[in-house]
């Protein structure tokens, strides 16, 4: 720009009064307005507080159920309009995966709810089980089909009094039984006693195997006899023993052993069964003095345990070709002492033996109860429990030990111990509950079970129940109380409820299997209340008092359910159907 420009602009910035400086920008506080005080701005931002309820606006009310579903629902106005076309009838395959859903039944059902949507709504109003879709939703169903259909294959009247016990493999099967004249204090003479008025009732099949219907009695527990008959007849017999039980040797599973009143334990090869031929004895040992009776092979291997009614528990190796002598362990030798019941340790206890003992004598309410161990032959633990014993049992897992026991007066008490520590005080203890049934009678606790869990404890009674309880918590009492209702009134002598037995469901669920006098075998499903009709199913109904049961493995070709009675008779039951192959 040269001068004269210069001062032009001047000129003109003069006459308009216009500074040569920026203008201060305006304030919207100029005309006497004051600025934001700290009081103001904690209520504008109070506004935005979610922790401030005044600031939350109710929620619109969602409905769960969509405008389609409510006119679809209006049958009353629709029905007069209502016309199906062939097009109309088509649904796409999106449509009906979207409108139905599978029930655990197998059936359809219609989910007729609409879900909230989880965003719009409020934190905390949504409950876990409102977003479970409705398919997880189960109710009661039957998850024992492998007791569904259970069909009579055979019937064995061999027997000739009650059956002790009942064992199978692969289709073999062997039971032993009691039979009058046939105990370990029983002998026939010339004297006219009641043994020799038992003589005609005496007679074989105290022993018996089974397989592919066909019978072979052992010429097992016995021994010959001389009597004077008549004046003329001098008769040369046997005498016949009680087989008082039997037990597949799992070391080799074509080997079993016996145990009878005549003193002895017995082992025999059923190999040639196979072949049509009789089993073969392999050995017998003479216990001299005492009667052999329950028998138990340590889990795996061929160690038998054998409890006698002189005080002692016997360790005795059935293998080919052993010459060990058996061992005895004193639990209570004597003082007139039997013993009452053993089991093996398993799992975390599977180094020791647990045994008790009572009383010879009925009136003596005492009892020993010690654990051994078992490779150094001498007892580890006396257990405080002083009363009687009657059974023991083991939780799978090995760490607890359960006892019931006598004492006085006809008080019973269920005694739990923590083996796994070997502790020789009681952890939990209840009293049972009084016996129900005929003045005079004689409480026994015939089983003690627990569940594959450990957490169930079945006490089978012989008043005709089962009671159960949760072992975590045994002071708070009776669970479930099942009971066999009437009696099949055949026997003389009742035994009550002889065994329980656990078994899983499928695909969940356990379920309780016991044999009473009512002369059924009944599964229990511990979901359902004892006092609902449908509970309680019989699998098997005979014509005399239960006295033995066996279940077969569901995962293999055994037999569902073999089933003895008081009367000598034993039915195999066997799994029918599309989804069971014949045994």
């Known amino acids: 720009m040269t001068d004269d420009d210069d001062r032009a602009v001047e000129e003109v910035l003069t006459r308009h009064d216009i ?64 016309s199906v076309s062939e ?114 009732y005496n007679r074989d099949g105290t022993l018996v195997v089974w397989r592919e219907g066909k019978e072979y009695v052992l010429q097992a527990h016995q021994r010959r006899v001389q009597s004077v008959m008549s004046d003329a007849d001098m008769l040369s017999q046997f005498q016949y023993y009680t087989v008082n039980d039997v037990q597949w040797n799992p070391a080799f599973p074509e080997r079993f052993v016996s145990s009878g009143a005549d003193g002895t334990v017995q082992s025999w090869d059923c190999t040639t069964v196979r072949e049509g031929a009789t089993p073969k004895r392999v050995s017998r040992v003479k216990y001299e003095g005492c009667e052999p009776q329950s028998l138990q092979f340590k889990p795996g291997e061929s160690l038998l345990a054998i409890e006698a009614s002189d005080g002692y528990v016997y360790l005795q190796k059935d293998a080919p070709n052993s010459a060990r002598r058996p061992t005895g362990l004193s639990l209570a030798p004597d003082i007139g002492h039997c013993t ?142 099942f009971a066999h209702q009437g009696a099949a009134a055949v026997s003389r002598e009742s035994f009550g409820a002889v065994k329980a037995s656990w078994v899983s469901g499928t695909p969940r669920g356990v379920g309780l299997v016991t044999g009473g006098t009512d002369g059924c075998v009944r599964l229990w499903d511990t979901r359902q209340a004892a006092e609902d009709p449908s509970n309680g199913r019989a699998l098997a109904s005979c014509a005399d008092d239960i006295a033995y049961f066996l279940l077969g493995d569901t995962g293999s070709r055994d037999y569902a359910l073999i089933v003895g009675e008081c009367s000598g008779t034993v039915t195999v039951f066997s799994r029918t159907g599309p989804n069971w192959p014949e045994d």
């Open 19 to 82: 500074s040569d400086e920026a203008p201060t920008p305006r304030s919207k506080y100029d005309n006497n307005e004051s600025s934001d005080s700290e009081h103001e701005y904690e209520q504008y931002h109070s506004a935005l507080s979610l922790a401030d309820n005044a600031n939350w606006q109710p929620l619109k009310k969602i409905s769960r159920i969509s405008a389609a579903e409510k006119s679809a629902g209006d049958l009353s106005i629709r029905l007069a309009a209502l």
């Open 87 to 200: 097009s109309a009838a088509r649904m796409s395959k999106e449509n009906a995966k979207r409108h139905r859903t599978i029930n655990h039944r197998g059936g359809l059902t219609v989910d007729f709810l609409t879900r909230a949507d989880p965003a719009t709504a409020r934190p905390g109003k949504m409950f876990l089980w409102d977003e479970l879709p409705i398919s997880l939703c189960f109710g009661r169903s039957n998850d024992f089909h492998c007791y569904d259909s259970l069909q009579a294959v055979s019937t064995i009247s061999r027997a000739p009094g009650s059956i002790n016990n009942i064992i199978q493999n692969n289709g073999t099967i062997v039971m032993s039984s009691a039979v009058l004249g046939g105990g370990f204090n029983d002998a026939f003479g010339q004297d006219e006693t009641e043994d020799t008025r038992n003589r005609p």
């Open 340 to 481: 009452a019941h053993m089991v093996w340790g398993t799992g975390l206890s599977s180094d020791y033996l647990f045994a008790s003992s009572h009383a010879s004598d009925e009136s003596d309410c005492t009892g020993y109860h010690k654990a051994f161990d078992w490779r150094r032959a001498i007892s580890v633990v006396d257990f405080d429990a002083q009363e009687a014993g009657q059974k023991m049992a083991i939780a799978e897992s090995g760490d607890i030990l359960a006892i019931a026991t006598e004492a006085a007066n006809d008080t019973h008490y269920l005694k739990l111990y923590d083996v796994r520590r070997l502790m020789k005080r009681v952890a939990q203890k209840v009293e049972l509950d009084p016996y129900e049934s005929e003045e005079g009678a004689r409480f026994e606790v015939n089983s003690l079970a627990f569940s594959p869990d450990g957490i169930y404890l079945a006490v089978a009674r012989n008043d005709n129940t089962v009671q159960v309880y949760d072992s975590r918590f045994l002071n708070h009492g009776v669970l479930y109380s």
